[in-house]
């Protein structure tokens, strides 16, 4: 089956730097997504990785290692606003729907 | 960017009605959209995939015949969900992924309350 894990809950202080983890089991691996998702939204794209690397995107970063079925989202200069839920998503290839599948979500808390 | 919406955003009803929430992509042809469901505190359960002119292909463990889904172009797609009960209270959500991108977009997502 597909699985994938994040913890549950993380709590940073505002202008720090944290980082979030994801591990995944998975067939078909088509690519990797974090998303921010805040209380009563849809998920908003963050990052998306393909390729074993880095990629940073202002304060966000995500790096993918597809050989050890790990990613982690890098959030720096931590505001209170990147107070939400972040969800890992892993892309299956198998078919041409190319389905996502989430993680459980890490809510993060930044405090003052 | 591409744009989905969704109505209603919110909807009360009673138990043992049925209830339609849209999905609509508008500025872009959408020829696969997903349905998700989010109880609170969880994250997103792909409950199907809808594919434009076909039939959906629902995950594991969903009710087709409770959750119907119909995509009949390729920028509307519906989920009815039938005889609500209490228990399916939750957030719905779709996205809607493009002819040419495997990206998907999320809507606003719909706030089902079953009375």
């Known amino acids: 089956g597909q699985n994938i894990d994040q913890p549950t809950e993380m709590t940073a202080t505002e202008g720090a730097i944290v980082q979030i983890n994801c591990t995944y089991q998975?067939?078909?691996?088509?690519?990797l997504f974090w998303y921010q998702q805040h209380a009563g939204e849809a998920p908003t794209f963050l990052s998306y990785n393909v390729l074993d690397g880095l990629e940073e995107k202002g304060r966000f970063s995500s790096f993918l290692s597809r050989s050890k079925g790990y990613s982690y989202l890098l959030l720096k200069e931590l505001q209170m606003k990147d107070s939400a839920s972040y969800l890992c998503?892993?892309?299956?290839?198998?078919?041409?729907?190319?389905?996502?599948?989430f993680g459980s979500g890490t809510r993060l808390l930044v405090r003052p | 960017g591409a744009v989905v919406s969704q109505h209603p955003s919110r909807v009360i009803c009673k138990s043992g009605t049925s209830v339609k929430i849209e999905c609509r992509s508008l500025?872009?042809?959408?020829?696969?959209m997903f349905w998700y469901r989010q109880f609170p505190k969880q994250s997103l359960m792909l409950m199907a995939t809808s594919n434009e002119g076909s039939k959906a292909t629902y995950e594991q463990g969903v009710e087709k015949d409770k959750f119907l889904i119909n995509h009949a172009s390729l920028t509307l797609s519906t989920l009815t969900v039938t005889s609500a009960h209490p228990e399916d209270s939750s957030f719905y959500i779709c996205?809607?992924?493009?002819?040419?991108?495997?990206?998907?977009?999320f809507g606003p997502g719909t706030r089902l309350t079953v009375t």
């Open positions: 998975t067939s078909g691996f088509n690519g």
């Open positions: 998503a892993v892309r299956d290839g198998r078919d041409s729907s190319y389905k996502l599948i």
């Open positions: 500025d872009f042809q959408a020829t696969t």
């Open positions: 996205s809607a992924r493009g002819t040419e991108t495997y990206e998907q977009y």
